[in-house]
């Protein structure tokens, strides 16, 4: 069973710098994509960044300049570089990976979320 897992959030003041973790387990054959969201309170969740397996990379217009998306495929982990933040940056942040796995099953994976926090 293949399975994400974030860490890395906390509260944080506006200004500073997170960086978020993905962790993948489990045999993936073969990774389309990697990505970030986030949910607000009240709100939608949302696509902050996508990385694919090429090394593309897309980022939402409100962080594009501030926070860097990266994979390191030896360790099948997925980073979100978040600087200057700002207090709308608060959320819950979820990772997801779309790929291959045993068998030739399509996988859409999503992590547990990891809190983000930016408040003074």
């Known amino acids: 069973q293949v399975r994400l897992v974030e860490s890395g959030g906390g509260l944080v003041q506006p200004g500073k710098s997170l960086r978020l973790s993905c962790a993948a387990s489990g045999y993936i054959s073969s990774i389309y994509a990697m990505g970030w969201y986030r949910q607000a309170p009240g709100k939608q969740r949302e696509l902050v960044a996508a990385i694919t397996s090429d090394g593309s990379t897309d980022l939402e217009d409100s962080v594009k300049g501030r926070f860097t998306i990266s994979r390191d495929n030896a360790k099948n982990t997925m980073y979100l570089q978040m600087n200057t933040l700002k207090p709308e940056d608060t959320a819950v942040y979820y990772c997801?990976?779309?790929?291959?796995?045993?068998?030739?099953?399509?996988?859409?994976?999503w992590g547990q979320g990891t809190l983000v926090t930016v408040s003074s």
């Open positions: 997801t990976l779309t790929g291959v796995g045993a068998d030739n099953v399509d996988l859409e994976v």
